[in-house]
């Protein structure tokens, strides 16, 4: 694991664009594993101003989304469908069948999931994964529980994460307690993963996560067995570990 600390959000968001940027030209049709929330924002605003510049050319690129709430409509303005739209791929060239984000319909998850795992193994696996990390060590939406969960799955979203999650909804009662999440499988099976954390909130996931012990009830600690993992977090985020 390599673990990159920066002063800034805005030095981390740059990086982690540069890693990926680095990742797509070396490798133009490249599975790249997306995360929502506030962390990544970012890193999506230097990927576009990236392929403004002529820089990055997502033409070839094929995208798989970590999650989506259940019962939000893809133009629901807190769905991960629209927040993606939002952030990256309506201001880039993804090509449209090329871009994957579990549909949040619950009545039809068993389909779903299994249709999203397929599409994921079709494509030969995620090259690069991004993702952020919950207060409570999730990863995706993969919560903490008894045990890791291999393939997409439909989740019971814990509190802390309603709760966390409360601030992009006008009230508590409005934030979905379901969600469909990636499974632990393929993000492990990427061949590099860049974790990104900012903030103070985050500091307790992150030290749990690297260095303590390896267990479902915090999902990102399986992180510790990727080979090739990319920690890119700001001081915040990196004021408990000891290892640095
Ligand atoms: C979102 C996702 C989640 C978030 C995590 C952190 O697609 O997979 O695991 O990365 O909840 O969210 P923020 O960045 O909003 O703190």
Redesign the pocket.
């Known amino acids: 694991m390599k673990i990159n600390v920066f002063d800034t959000y805005e030095q981390m968001s740059a990086y982690a664009a540069q890693v990926i940027k680095e990742e797509i030209n070396k490798k133009k049709n490249l599975n790249l594993g ?7 924002e970012g890193m999506y605003e230097n990927l576009v101003e990236f392929f403004e510049n002529d820089e990055l050319d997502f033409s070839s690129v094929t995208t798989f ?3 989506e709430y259940c019962g939000l409509t893809p133009s629901h303005s807190q769905s ?1 469908h629209y927040f993606m739209d939002e952030h990256l791929l309506s201001k880039v060239n993804v090509k449209k069948e090329n871009i994957n984000i579990p549909e949040g319909d619950e009545e039809k998850h068993e389909d779903i999931c299994k249709a999203y795992d397929k599409k994921i193994s079709q494509a030969g696996g995620i090259d690069l994964q991004v ?5 409570n060590g ?4 993969n919560e903490p529980g008894d045990i890791f969960v291999a393939d997409t799955h439909l989740i019971d979203l814990t509190d802390t ?1 309603i709760e ?2 409360s601030r992009f909804f006008s009230n508590g009662e409005e934030v979905p307690k379901k969600a469909i ?1 990636m499974g632990i499988r393929p993000i492990i099976n990427a061949n590099k993963v860049v974790l ?2 900012n903030g103070p ?2 500091a307790h996931a992150i030290k749990i996560s690297l260095e303590g012990p390896i267990t479902p009830q915090v999902p990102a600690s399986i992180l510790q067995l990727h080979e090739d993992l990319i920690v890119i977090l700001d001081k915040e985020a990196a004021a408990e570990l000891e290892s640095i």
């Not at 993702?131 to 207060?135: C, E, K, P, T, Y």
């Open positions: 997306l995360a929502t929330g506030s962390t990544p989304n970590l999650d991960y993702l952020g990390i919950g207060v999730h990863i995706g939406f994460t966390q999650n999440t990104m954390a909130s985050k």
